[in-house]
């Protein structure tokens, strides 16, 4: 399995733009990135996948560089809502346990 | 309704005793997961299943049983509840080939 490695936690201020970067040196070629956030006594919630380049929704973006050893979620103009924990992850979309295999994640803390 | 739902929401239970948590979506996804997430932790992957009858074990599986009898059900029973297993527990199900994966809002089960 491709193990993921992000920061524990991350300090922000509304209005900022906020980038979480996951390493994943080990994920194979058939292996996509996903990213899924979490507020408390929630289950997660899915933001956002990627497999190469930049992809971009209303919610965030994804870069993922041309070696796909790492990946950043990048929230524009974060708000207080979007203090949660995020949950990178990577896994080949087809089987369902190696793409839902959650590591520690990054607590982010949006503060006024 | 549509959806992942999770019973009981709430569980206190005694040391020893036999507890079945359940799960129950609507949607026909092959795939589905069982997840424990304890205080301050990330969700670690006891079973998950990818079809009916087909189950497998995961990160944490000691403790647990998991059954699949049908598509829509998939049911976690603690056979002797140990005070090590009190978390939250989340289910989610995700289509074969999809892109993201839906969770219970959780069962918060405390052993006494």
């Known amino acids: 399995l491709a193990k993921t490695t992000q920061p524990i936690s991350m300090d922000s201020y509304e209005g900022q733009e906020v980038n979480i970067t996951c390493s994943h040196n080990?994920?194979?070629?058939?292996?996509?990135i996903t990213w899924y956030q979490q507020f408390p006594s929630q289950g997660p919630r899915f933001i956002i996948q990627g497999y190469k380049t930049k992809v971009t929704n209303e919610v965030a973006s994804l870069f993922i560089p041309a070696d796909r050893k790492s990946s950043t979620l990048s929230l524009p103009r974060v708000s207080l809502s979007d203090t949660a924990v995020y949950y990178c992850?990577?896994?080949?979309?087809?089987?369902?346990?190696?793409?839902?295999?959650f590591g520690s994640g990054t607590r982010l803390q949006v503060q006024p | 309704d549509a959806g992942i739902t999770q019973s009981p929401r709430y569980k206190i239970t005694e040391t020893g005793r036999q507890v079945t948590l359940m799960c129950h979506q609507t949607w026909s996804h092959s795939y589905m997961f069982w997840y424990r997430q304890d205080l301050g932790h990330g969700l670690r992957l006891i079973y998950y299943?990818?079809?009916?009858?087909?189950?497998d074990k995961g990160e944490v599986p000691d403790g647990y049983v998991v059954s699949r009898s049908k598509t829509e059900n998939f049911p976690l029973t603690l056979e002797s509840a140990t005070r090590s297993q009190t978390s939250v527990y989340f289910c989610?199900?995700?289509?074969?080939?999809?892109?993201?994966?839906?969770f219970g809002q959780g069962t918060r089960l405390t052993v006494v």
């Open positions: 992850l990577v896994g080949d979309r087809g089987t369902g346990r190696r793409a839902l295999t």
């Open positions: 989610a199900s995700k289509g074969r080939g999809a892109t993201e994966a839906f």
């Open positions: 080990n994920i194979a070629t058939n292996d996509y």
């Open positions: 299943s990818a079809a009916a009858d087909i189950t």
